[in-house]
């Protein structure tokens, strides 16, 4: 059996973190980006070029990963795209393709997901734990903010996908939408110091058997954040 994971938007932070630690516990890593790092290679690391606002390229770059190191039993996506607004405060300012772009990436998710199940379902992975975890932030749960709006829609509907995912296929699948939070639920000013707890966090959804809430928050410690779900 390979144990395999497909990172969607691997760069220097959570994607090197997270590959780095399940290349250490015997996994295959493919790192996927629009611009991947030919050197990787050297590392152990398998660089694939994807662009998570094309179902086309993602779609492909499965086929991809699929050849080179068999089909992934673990699929991290942490694509995000971010447009500033042209005006401040004024999110009808925001180019319409500045728009369809990032809500392409949250879209994503779904032709993701798609040739995930593939995968897992393939009989290869019968055995194996199976993942699907969206890097999610606070965006979808709480009060719109204007000048996030690109990415706000991204998330809202990604993080619907996987809410949706993780009610069809809990019987053997975890899909998770895991946001890093502030001690006290809010968003996190420590993120650029979360990578390696992104990797710990991570390796724990996989490994943690049965489907737990999707919307999975947790703090720098690693912990989940305690009193947010609802009774
Ligand atoms: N919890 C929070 O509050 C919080 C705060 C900040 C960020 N986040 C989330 O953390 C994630 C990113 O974190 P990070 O620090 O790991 O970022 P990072 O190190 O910058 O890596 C992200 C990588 O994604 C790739 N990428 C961007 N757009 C892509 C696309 N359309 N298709 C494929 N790859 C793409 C980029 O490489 P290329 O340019 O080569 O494609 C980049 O290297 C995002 O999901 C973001 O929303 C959460």
Known sequence: MSL???????GPHIGAAVGTLLK???YRIALGSRNPKIDETKAGFYPVKVDASSPESIQAAFQTVNAELGPPNVVIYNAASFHPLPTPEDPLSLPLESLQSSTAVGLGVFAAAQQAIAGFRSGVH???????IVTGNLLPFITALPSYTSLDIQKVVSARLVETFATAYKKDIRFYFASLVSPSGEIPEDFPKSADTHAQVYWDLINGGTQGNWDHRFTLDGKKLPGYEKP
């Open 4 to 10: 395999v994971a497909f990172i969607i938007g691997a």
């Open 24 to 26: 250490q516990k015997g």
């Open 126 to 132: 019968k055995d194996s734990s199976k993942a699907f």
